[in-house]
């Protein structure tokens, strides 16, 4: 199963929904991401400014509890497991995928990677506004049967949907 270039998404789902069980079991928190890069983000800034911590929202985050480093320890294997599974099932493709190309009208990698990282911090600030990530409310917060994620959910999809028509019309 390891070396398949794509694995079954019934099996990786099942694999993902299990998480939740040691999760909440051991430190008694759902699955999610976007509060890592919180955690992450406010040492650093401790670093520089120590009094940011005094900030309550930061020092929640920044705090040495295994929720916060959790996510943190999450994040770093979903990387590290992705890298692993490229190595293990051998499969490549060009660092700007041609339907990107065709999209932006440009195969620059530094175009690329700017409307990537643009998406990606839009995408953050938006899970933070939100109090949480696409995983955190999609597989912690629907596990749980909360309205709440459930509304965020529909409205990730759609605005998914949005983007998708609006950026790919002419491709």
């Not at 430190?27 to 900030?55: F, M, N, Q, R």
């Not at 459930?150 to 028509?165: D, E, L, Q």
């Amino acid at each position: 199963m390891l070396s398949q270039k794509a694995w079954s998404p019934y099996v990786a789902g099942v694999v993902i929904g299990l998480l939740q069980i040691p999760a909440f079991l051991l430190i008694e928190t759902a699955l999610g991401a976007s509060s890592s890069y919180v955690t992450i983000g406010g040492l650093i800034a401790s670093w520089i400014d120590p009094s940011v911590v005094k900030i309550d929202y930061v020092a929640k985050h920044v705090a040495t509890t295994g929720k916060n480093w959790w996510q943190v320890a999450l994040v770093g294997g979903v990387a590290i497991g992705a890298f692993l599974s490229m190595k293990l099932s051998g499969a490549s493709r060009a660092p700007i995928s041609p339907i990107w190309s065709r999209a932006l009208g440009s195969a620059s990698p530094t175009k690329r990677y700017g409307v990537a990282f643009v998406g990606g911090f839009l995408m953050l600030f938006g899970a933070r506004v939100a109090d949480g990530c696409t995983s955190g409310h999609g597989i912690s917060g629907m596990a749980q049967l909360a309205v709440g994620s459930t509304v965020a959910v529909a409205a990730m999809f759609a605005g998914g949907i949005a983007t998708a028509m609006l950026m790919l019309r002419r491709v």
